[in-house]
C-alpha cells in the first residue's frame, strides 16, 4: 500500500500553508496568555547518569552522564521543541520525563504529581495520560501482531473500552483520526509504508487520549517527502484532541514549524531557551547560532551571502565532559574563564534563558 493511497482527508497535511500561519500566530498568542496558569509538566534539575561498570566485582568506576540538570515547563496544549546534535541526551530526557528511565536526580511533576517518588503502580495509574512516539516505526510495532491488536493493546492494558464491540469502533476511529484505512486493520507493519507505520504509532499513543504525547524524532525516519504530512498530522491532532508535545529534533526547520517555544540540548544539558521566533530570530548562545546557520536557506543570494559558523572537532563524551561551560572546547568566542566557570542558567530577557558568560555583552 502506498502513502499516495492514504484516504483524500489528509491532503491538506501534504503541506503548510499561510492560514496555518497565521493561525499558529493567535495559538501562539493564546498560549502566552494561558501561561498564568500552572504548567502541565515541570521539570527541574533533571539528571539521568548511566553507570560504568569494570572488573570481575563490576565496581563502578565512572559515569555516562546522557542528562546533567536540565529544567523546562511544558503548558497545556503547547509544543516545546527539543534540538541539539546526536549524543546530545534529548532522547534520553524525553524518556526520563515519562519514567521509561529511572532519573539519577531532580524531579519531574506532572499535572502537579511528582513522578520521580512516585511508586510503579501510581505511574501506571498516569500512564494513559501521557504517551510516546517513537522514533524508527519499523522497530516500535511487533510485527507479529496485526494493526488491529497494536493499537487496541493499551486498550486492553488499561481495561478502556473493554467491550469487543466497542473496541474495534475505537479502533476503526483512531486509524480514521491518522488518515488510514480502518479496513486495514488486519494488515500486519510490513504490508505498510514508513509514514503509515509512523501513523499507526501515532494512532497507538492516542488511544487512550492522553494529554502529554513525547514525540521522540518521529520524522527523522522518514522519507523528506512524507515528513511534512507527520508533522501537519500531529499538528491537527493537537488542535482536536487539545495534546501538549514534547517534540524532539535535530531538524531545526521542522521544529521552527512545529513548535511554541524551542530547547537548545548540548552534552546532556540545556544552552538556551525561548520562544520560536526570538530563538530564531535573536539567538543568544553561540551553539544556537551554529545549529541555525547550518539550516540552508531557499534564497541562493541569501545563502550565499550570510555569515557561516562552522564548529570545529566532534562533541566530547559525556562519560567525561570538559570543566566549565561544557560547550567551551568548540565554542568560537570562548574565553578562558569559559573553561572554569560553568554559566549560570539565567533568564536575559523575558522568557529568553540562556547558559553563557557573553549572551548579554553589548554587541554579541
Known sequence: MSEESMSDENGPDATAGSDSASEGSAAADS?????????????RDLKKHFPIMQGVFRRQVGAVKAVDGINFDIYRGETLGLVGESGSGKSTAGRAVLQLEPVTDGTVQFDSEELTTMSSSNVRRLRPRMQM???NPHASLNPR???SSIIGEPLVEHNAFARGPERTERIEELLRLVGLDPTHANRYPHEFSGGQRQRIGIARAIALNPDFIVCDEPIAALDVSIQAQVVNLLEKLQKSLDLSYLFISHDMSMVRHIADRVAVMYLGRLVELAEVDDLYDNPKHPYTRALHSAVPVPDPEVEEARTRVILEGDIPSPANPPGGCPFHTRCPVAEQECSVDVPEWREIESGHWVACHFADRPGW
Open 145 to 147: 501482531m496485526t494493526v
Open 133 to 135: 512516539v517513537f522514533q
Open 31 to 43: 498560549m502566552r496568555a494561558a501561561r498564568a496558569d500552572k504548567p502541565l509538566v515541570s521539570v
